[in-house]
């Protein structure tokens, strides 16, 4: 299955309006316990896959664990339920407020890389393998498919394209390598979701209750075809499977994210540890009953990925955090895709003579061989599936910043628009909050300043800032805000035109208040950052310019600092942080009270 691993979207275009409540699921940084989880779904299918070897001891094992082994193909269900969920997680919120063609594209893009060149190398490897046994066998049979895969350039297009499955009614002979149909299901998914984000990104602020009863609705025909026919195998039953998995993990997504409180994470913890115990009780007991019932298992994986999204404790959230499992879990897409090329070409060489088929050899290697899987998986993850991912991530970030425009200072020359750190490094958000030093905004020339604005305002303003950067010299720093309100405007796409781009973010009573504070604040900021000299030109970005919480009259986050008995370098995570350490001293000499919400 494609790895959709947890990790965060940079700057959501729009955040939903019960983001900005007390939620306990927040979108920074990777839910290492669903990471985790990928592994043991992996290792699921894998077993299930290779329980089909000729060979006494493995139909011992099959005996002994019965459903736990023979049922492994649920695992796919699983992988559709945490894709679904971690997709939604990561990307509602960009792709949900309305269709846009760039973020969709942008979207796709991202899932071809995670997804594409590992695929590509095991299906380009697998077919030699597969042509070489069509062209030198004696036999019709090429892979250990119930159907036999089509060799042609048609069927060689459609794989390479992941589109195999798409006008398939069942499963076998549609892809070359076995268990990629689900790959090309969810594929279909990855394209269809930048439309359905938009129908589920509506459903956001519905109650908890509701939503979660519709991610089970949403896996619920998948276990009635497992009770009423036996199986889920019947014409488009993959696409059922995919649509139903992928919606009830973007469900479940919605509904933790309604949960509050701060007794959530312990209850999350006792629910997740009671649904991975459930998962083999029902399927002991579907084993035992039969008709089917090991299939209600499907129900329990919704809950079981939302439980475990919200964990912070217990036995089950402890094992699939641990460093192993997680890393695990990165390799888990690409254990997926090597093990079944693995198990053909060892059950050929058992079935031709090469191996032993039987005794303590045949089964040291065949054990060999089940747990080689995942040394190869760990090499092709790092070897193929992670350089090419950052590779075409990295060649998608060029080609946006070749379509920028190219900014020019007033004489003419080219220079580097963006806001450097030390080194020229480029600042991330949280080195500039860490350290404001490594955030610096050049001081806006008193020329400049007066500058009117002509008709065309994004490129004057541009121009105008590269100018001031050229020139970076002391002066006046009125200019500094008006130019960060100006871009950010022309980011967000707001109102503003010609010299309006520059209309004060606040009037009225406290405005010139205000500016004397910003004065005093960007004076003390641009001593501390070039060590005493006030003339070095550059200080740091006052982006509590860009928070609604420093308004006239409102405190910003910075000045709650120390409140509510949390520490002061706790609570630092407001946008007024990046000029907290250095407006210490013009506060103190101004007034007792913190001065941090200018």
């Not at 090991?294 to 460093?323: I, K, N, Q």
């Not at 070409?345 to 060999?368: C, D, N, Q, R, Y």
């Not at 500058?451 to 541009?462: C, T, Y």
């Not at 070095?536 to 420093?550: E, K, Q, Y």
Request: glycine fraction near 10%.
């Amino acid at each position: 299955m494609a790895d959709a691993t947890s990790t965060v979207p940079t700057d959501p275009a729009d955040a939903p309006s019960d983001r900005r409540g007390s939620s306990v699921l927040r979108a920074h940084g990777e839910v290492r316990a669903l990471t985790g989880l990928r592994i043991v779904a992996a290792l699921w299918v894998v077993a299930f896959h290779f329980h089909f070897t000729a060979l006494s001891g493995v139909e011992t094992v099959n005996a002994w664990l019965g459903p736990l082994v023979t049922q492994g193909a649920l695992g796919v269900d699983l992988f559709f339920v945490l894709s679904g969920f971690v997709i939604a997680w990561t990307y509602l919120d960009q792709l949900g407020p309305r269709l846009r063609v760039r973020d969709a594209g942008s979207f796709v893009w991202a899932r071809a890389a995670r997804m594409w060149p590992a695929y590509a190398v095991v299906l380009h490897l697998f077919g030699v393998w597969l042509v070489a046994r069509a062209v030198l066998g004696s036999g019709e049979q090429i892979a250990y498919q119930a159907v036999q895969p089509e060799l042609s350039a048609g069927a060689w297009l459609e794989q390479v394209l992941l589109v195999q499955m798409w006008n398939e009614p069942y499963l076998d002979g549609a892809s070359w390598v076995g268990p990629t149909w689900s790959i090309s299901a969810e594929w279909l998914a990855y394209l269809l979701f930048p439309l359905l984000a938009v129908v589920f990104f509506r459903l956001r602020n519905l109650p908890f209750v509701v939503l979660a009863a519709g991610s089970l609705a949403c896996v619920a025909p998948i276990a009635a075809a497992f009770v009423v026919v036996g199986s889920p195998y019947y014409p488009y039953s993959w696409l059922v499977r995919v649509l139903g998995g992928f919606s009830a993990g973007v469900l479940a997504m919605l509904a933790v994210r309604r949960l509050r409180g701060s007794s959530v994470p312990a209850v999350a913890s006792s629910t997740a540890t009671l649904v991975a115990a459930a998962v083999p009780f029902v399927l002991l007991a579907g084993s035992v009953y039969g008709s089917g019932l090991h299939g209600l298992t499907v129900l329990l994986f919704p809950v079981l990925v939302g439980a475990l999204a919200l964990a912070d404790r217990g036995p089950v959230h402890h094992l699939l955090t641990r460093r192993s499992m997680v890393h695990g879990g990165h390799i888990s897409y690409a254990l997926y895709l090597v093990h079944i090329p693995m198990f053909e070409i060892f059950w050929f060489l058992s079935e031709k003579g090469v191996l032993p088929a039987g005794g303590e050899t045949g089964h040291l290697i065949a054990l060999t061989v089940f747990v080689g899987t995942l040394p190869v998986a760990h090499l092709m993850y790092t070897l193929v599936e992670r350089p090419a991912r950052r590779w075409m991530r990295a060649l998608s970030f060029r080609r946006t910043t070749a379509a920028a425009p190219e900014v020019r200072t007033a004489v003419g020359k080219p220079v580097d628009n963006r806001v450097d750190g030390v080194g020229g490094r480029p600042v991330t958000t949280d080195d500039a909050r860490c350290d404001p030093a490594t955030s610096v905004f050049p001081v806006i020339a008193p020329a400049l300043a007066a500058e009117p604005a002509p008709a065309a305002s994004v490129p004057w303003a541009l121009d105008r800032l590269a100018a001031a950067r050229a020139a970076g010299r002391a002066g006046p720093t009125e200019g500094v805000s008006a130019d960060l309100v100006a871009l950010a405007r022309m980011r967000s796409g707001g109102p503003g035109s010609g010299a309006d781009l520059f209309r004060p973010l606040v009037d009225g009573p406290g405005a010139a208040d205000r500016v004397e504070r910003l004065r005093s604040l960007q004076v003390a900021a641009r001593a501390a950052a070039d060590g005493g000299d006030t003339r070095g030109g550059v200080v740091p970005a006052p982006r509590a310019l860009r928070s609604a919480a420093a308004l006239p009259g409102t405190r910003s986050g910075a000045e709650h600092c120390g409140r509510a008995s949390r520490r002061r370098d706790d609570t630092h995570g407001s946008a007024a942080t990046p000029i907290v350490a250095a407006s210490g001293a013009a506060g103190r000499r101004r007034r007792k009270r913190p001065a941090h919400g200018v």
